[in-house]
């Protein structure tokens, strides 16, 4: 009953069931944990799941973020015997990692141009939280599927960031005639000097 040796691949022997038992780990297989949705597989849907997307921003707005978490196995005896359900342990660890990046940053941060940022900040603190459970895994990347507000709020988000860009549009546009004219009355009050 207890942990014996870990081999490479090759021709092994070994006692039948009731005296020995072998699990065989692919540790080159690249591993998926999806945080706030579930994918169909080859249906191709995706069903959310509110519970694990919806988060709190520091500004306490609420974003519904959605995750993709690709890993590897680096120790197959951590994987098999540190804990019970290792996919599960770093699924929890995940969307604790996410609330807790979350939870630091404001809502256009990570609605706009902290996309990238915040999956690298959850990428390291999922990887800091396994490294602590020495469960034998190794996460290769993180990717945000999606971020936007929630359904109830959305259109109220769109027109919030359509009136901010049509301010930066006649912010624009105000320089560009002032940029027209200024130079245009200086060389006529010069004109008018000479």
């Known amino acids: 009953g207890s942990y014996q040796q870990t081999t ?8 039948p069931y009731p005296v020995e038992t072998v699990e065989i780990v692919n540790s080159g297989r690249v591993r998926n944990v999806e945080v706030g949705y579930r ?42 015997f540190s804990v019970r359900e290792p996919a599960a342990t770093l699924h929890q660890a995940t969307e604790s990692a996410i609330r807790e990046v979350a939870g630091k940053s404001k809502m256009e941060h990570v609605l706009t141009t902290g996309r990238d940022q915040v999956a690298g900040d959850v990428q390291a603190l999922v990887q800091q939280i396994l490294d602590r459970y020495e469960i034998g895994l190794l996460v290769t990347s993180v990717n945000m599927q999606d971020a936007q507000p929630p359904e109830e709020v959305q259109e109220a988000f769109s027109d919030a960031v359509k009136a901010r860009e049509d301010e930066q549009r006649q912010k624009n546009e105000a320089e560009a005639y002032r940029n027209d004219v200024l130079p245009r009355a200086r060389g006529e009050g010069a004109r008018l000097l000479a």
């Open 8 to 15: 490479n691949a090759g021709l092994r022997w070994h006692l």
């Open 39 to 80: 994918s169909g597989g080859r249906s191709r849907t995706t069903a959310d799941v509110p519970s694990e997307s919806l988060m709190l921003t520091e500004d306490e707005n609420i974003v519904d973020l959605k995750f993709a978490v690709q890993y590897k196995v680096i120790s197959p005896q951590n994987y098999l």
